[in-house]
């Protein structure tokens, strides 16, 4: 096993101890990002991550439906990285700016 950032929220296993002390996943993020948050929020306060590649876990991407029934999965996922940058002040403002200028751009051609 090795120690990582972040991982998907689909193969997640945590301590009590540790959900108790950061708190549930954030309701402002309504699909993707809630998972990133969390793990920021959980290295912020010096708990481990840590990734065991001998451990199989099968993800069935996008089913929530989301794209499906309403065409929103790609602006979800932008409007989640937009809520992320500005919940956790990565950097001096005109960095901020520029994140948020380039997740606009990358939300508008994709």
Not at 20 to 29: N, P, R, V
Not at 49 to 78: C, N, T
Request: glycine share 6%; with cysteine.
């Amino acid at each position: 096993y090795h120690e990582i950032d972040a991982c998907t929220g689909a193969a997640m296993i945590l301590r009590r101890e540790a959900i108790e002390e950061i708190g549930l996943l954030d309701e402002q993020f309504f699909m993707y990002g809630e998972d990133l948050d969390w793990c920021f929020r959980f290295k912020e306060n010096e708990w481990r991550i840590v990734f065991f590649p001998h451990l199989v876990v099968m993800h069935d991407k996008h089913s929530s439906g989301l794209k499906k029934k309403h065409g929103k999965s790609q602006d979800a996922f932008y409007e989640a990285m937009k809520l992320f940058y500005k919940k956790h002040d990565l950097g001096p403002s005109w960095m901020e700016n520029l994140v948020l200028v380039g997740i606009h751009f990358l939300s508008k051609i994709r």
